[in-house]
């Protein structure tokens, strides 16, 4: 599924993202 492959991509963006900025 190219879509799920998508969103897996962007969340582990935001993962990544939201694991940068500090708390």
Do not use: E, V
């Not at 190219?2 to 694991?19: D, Q, V, Y």
């Amino acid at each position: 599924m190219k879509l799920l492959k998508f969103n897996m991509r962007h969340f582990i963006k935001i993962n990544s993202f939201f694991h940068k900025m500090p708390r």
